[in-house]
């Protein structure tokens, strides 16, 4: 029987990262992977949404191209059977960079759905795929996380979409419900109303995105409400009947006509089938409970990513596998959740890290907001015409920067600005000190060290 000195199950952000880090400092590294490597990240999430969000991107600007002085000859067109066929083109490409990352790093790979089997006398931990069983000194567990599918009266012979199904549909609805306001949901929702479909967007919360910045979130909301989107908040679905949504606000009822339903209700964390109860792990809410080192409550195995049922990012995946690596070599590091970046790839996109208002509300901890339209970036002026958006900076009692929150583009990649000045503790008159490139859309965070 094979020992590895660690035994990784699942193959997504936090357990191909964690392999690759594992081996290449000369540890004996097996992946389970029961799907394909990548994960949902990879194969149904993060990377195949935003390829179709860019080519929708791309119509959008073409739309709009009159604003920038350049014409057209004639209305603009998509084709998405070739949107969907660049989506799986850029999906098989990355993949096949994953497996040739494995194979470099002499990592074995094996496709199968991996089960904890118990442990031996000497606390190597037993593993079954395939009918074979394996043993291990550690043992990374990073499943992931799968749809929530709710108890919604007549939800299951409605046909509905989830976020997979979505990603592979070549035919354009001629109108669509969303159920859920969260990233997935709005950004479905974004993509569709690019190509032209009808959109309502349903949420049982008094506002979209979640935990994201109330205001920049209903900034958002507005944007897309005057391109055609429908919002119905503080709603519940409470059934589909006769290929109706009947919703139900404030005790009353009426319904929505749709002739496609996105499910778009949450995720939880995969821990079905892995026999967790025979290592006596313990659980937290939904996932794995574990400590700064990413350590459950057996010492010899380790949890990082979806599981945990903490952040459910994959770049936060992506660190909490380096750090459970770094544990098992014997150096220091811990995890930090401080300066977790959070993006929605909308058109305009939002983005953002560290606190929010609501939550230093919620504390009764004080705080200054700094915030600034994007306007005041000349940049932004000239690749946004009309565009809108905001910069808002969280400011403690310590003069220290602890959030920050953007509505417009490129949101996305300005925010780890700022959140490295969150994780690092900068005060404001330390960051106003850092030189920032003119012009770019990125110095409207120096500009609001100044207010």
Not at 304 to 320: N, P
Request: glycine share 10%; hydrophobic share 40%.
């Amino acid at each position: 029987m094979t020992l590895y000195d660690v035994a990784i199950i699942g193959g997504g952000p936090a357990g191909y990262t964690a392999a690759e880090r594992a081996s290449a400092n000369g540890l004996k590294t097996v992946l389970f992977e029961r799907n394909a490597l990548g994960g949902v990240c990879l194969n149904e999430g993060c990377i195949p949404t935003k390829t179709l969000l860019y080519s929708a991107k791309t119509l959008d600007n073409v739309k709009n191209s009159a604003k920038y002085g350049v014409g057209v000859e004639r209305s603009p067109t998509f084709d998405l059977p070739k949107i969907i066929a660049r989506k799986q083109k850029t999906v098989r490409k990355l993949v096949a960079g994953i497996k040739q990352k494995m194979a470099a790093h002499d990592v074995t790979v094996i496709i199968g759905e991996a089960t904890i089997e118990g442990e031996d006398g000497e606390r190597n931990i037993l593993i079954s795929c395939n009918s074979e069983t394996i043993t291990a000194a550690k043992v990374l567990l990073s499943t992931g996380s799968e749809t929530i599918i709710p108890p919604i009266k007549g939800l299951s012979e409605s046909g509905y979409w989830t976020s997979k199904e979505a990603l592979d549909n070549k035919g354009v609805p001629e109108s669509l419900a969303v159920i859920g306001g969260g990233v997935i949901g709005i950004e479905f929702a974004s993509f569709f109303n690019s190509l032209g479909v009808k959109v309502t967007v349903i949420e049982m919360l008094p506002e979209i995105l979640g935990a994201m910045d109330k205001e920049l979130s209903a900034m958002l909301r507005a944007e897309y409400t005057k391109k055609g989107i429908d919002f119905h908040l503080n709603t519940k679905v409470v059934e589909i009947k006769d290929g109706q949504i009947i919703i139900e606000k404030d005790g009353e009822q009426s319904t929505i006509e749709a002739s496609q339903i996105l499910l778009s209700t949450g995720r939880r964390p995969v821990t079905a089938n892995l026999n967790l109860d025979k290592l006596n792990i313990e659980l937290f809410r939904n996932g794995v409970k574990v400590n700064e080192n990413m350590q459950t409550s057996h010492p010899n195995v380790y949890a990082c990513g979806d599981i945990t049922g903490y952040s459910l990012l994959a770049h936060t995946a992506v660190r909490e596998g380096e750090v459970a690596i770094n544990h098992i070599l014997g150096k220091t590091d811990s995890m930090s959740y401080k300066a977790i970046p959070g993006v929605v790839y909308t058109n305009p996109e939002i983005a953002g890290v560290g606190q929010t208002e609501e939550e230093l509300a919620a504390k009764n901890i004080k705080y200054t907001a700094h915030k600034l339209p994007m306007a005041y970036s000349g940049r932004f002026v000239a690749e946004n015409e009309l565009g809108n958006g905001v910069c808002k900076l969280i400011i403690d009692e310590d003069s220290k920067i602890i959030g920050c929150h953007m509505l417009g583009n490129p949101a996305s990649e300005l925010v780890v600005i700022a959140g490295i000045a969150i994780e690092k503790g900068f005060t404001v008159e330390e960051f106003q000190k850092i030189v920032f490139p003119h012009p770019t859309v990125g110095e409207i965070i120096h500009e609001s060290l100044f207010l």
